[in-house]
């Protein structure tokens, strides 16, 4: 059942009632029988169990040899140039 926050609008006496959804709100203040309202929050949430984090759904399973491809591509090395140090300029 949740937790409502009261507070007295003549006194500023505040005060939490735990009350089912079905239940007619609180009216008068238990200290001076005043008019009440309900106060509103943000409201915390909790995460709890499996399930909340995009990890949590995905197996991990090793990879295997059907995984790879089938031919092996080959790559030859690249063609070995020289290079030539820099003409000395004259100036």
Do not use: W
Not at 77 to 89: D, F, G, I, L, R
Request: proline share 7%; charged share 25%.
């Amino acid at each position: 059942m949740p937790t409502y926050e009261y507070l007295c609008n003549e006194c500023e006496h505040a005060f939490e009632a735990v009350q089912s959804f079905t239940e007619a709100a609180i009216e008068h203040c238990p200290k001076c029988d005043g008019q009440v309202r309900k106060v509103y929050n943000n409201v915390g949430v909790v995460f709890k169990g499996s399930g909340f984090y995009k990890t949590d759904s995905r197996t991990t399973t090793p990879a295997t040899k059907s995984d790879t491809p089938a031919t092996k591509t080959e790559s030859k090395p690249a063609a070995k140039t020289e290079s030539k140090p820099a003409a000395k300029s004259t100036e």
